[in-house]
């Protein structure tokens, strides 16, 4: 069978100047998936799952020593991801983001951190690199994403050929986890873990200091879906095939 989803995000996020160190920030996100289903024979049903929605909300801190170099973060992070009409008071995960990173100059800076999450199938911790590197006039490595509970920051590489426009060849590791409702009909009140590989292209035009909009075209490697029942016990484990990926997305300023 075949499945495909339209996908629709939004986020509004801002930063405080504490003093001359530490800034403070706020960031909220929704996420919705509109799946639709053609002969989905690997779990003898119609439709699996409805829509599927996630809420993320995040308060990332920041100290920088302007003198030598060194940055600090801390990201406490909630997450509300379930089916729709799935229990609400199951479909949460919470946990943080702790990071340190050296800046060499301006344009060069490294460091790593470690996300603690509790999950909504159980505990879970992960190393990652925090990088923003310029190579050289028209190119550039950095992290595309922010770590969150769906895993690290990935890794892109930029090309900025002119001033307003750049090109990102990237890839990252995600794995999503829903709570699924109880009229579910593979895993009634369990959990939908849907993990898979994005690499992608993007084409960034930028129209002033506040606002740009991105291409991006892609496909999903490695992807697997995974039911888990009501005790966190598998149901069903199923690969699928390359996902092709087509984004267009706004960002503006305000």
């Not at 898979?196 to 129209?207: D, G, N």
Request: charged share 15%; proline share 5%; glycine share 10%.
């Amino acid at each position: 069978g075949t499945a495909g989803a339209i996908v629709w995000q939004a986020s509004f996020s801002g930063n405080w100047k504490l003093d001359d160190a530490q800034r403070l920030g706020f960031s909220l996100q929704y996420g919705q998936q509109d799946w639709s289903f053609d002969d989905p024979q690997a779990w003898g049903v119609a439709t699996p799952w409805q829509t599927l929605s996630r809420v993320a909300v995040s308060a990332p801190y920041s100290h920088v020593n302007t003198k030598t170099g060194w940055a600090y973060t801390l990201i406490p992070g909630l997450d509300f991801a379930r089916e729709r009409d799935a229990s609400s008071s199951d479909s949460f995960s919470y946990g943080l983001n702790a990071g340190v990173a050296r800046f060499l100059d301006k344009d060069r800076m490294i460091g790593g951190g470690v996300a603690i999450w509790q999950r909504l199938d159980g505990f879970q911790a992960f190393p990652y690199v925090a990088i923003n590197w310029k190579l050289s006039e028209h190119w550039k490595i950095a992290n595309p994403f922010q770590v969150s509970v769906v895993g690290p920051a990935g890794l892109e590489a930029v090309w900025s050929p002119k001033p307003g426009f750049e090109m990102g060849f990237g890839a990252t590791w995600r794995e999503y986890e829903y709570r699924l409702a109880a009229s579910n009909p593979v895993a009634p009140g369990g959990i939908l873990v849907d993990s898979t590989i994005p690499v992608y292209m993007r084409a960034e035009t930028k129209f002033n200091e506040s606002a740009r909009l991105n291409l991006y075209l892609g496909v999903g490697i490695g992807g697997e879906f995974e039911f888990l029942d009501a005790n966190e016990n598998t149901v069903s484990t199923e690969e699928h095939s390359l996902m092709p990926i087509v984004g267009l997305t706004f960002n503006g300023q305000f």
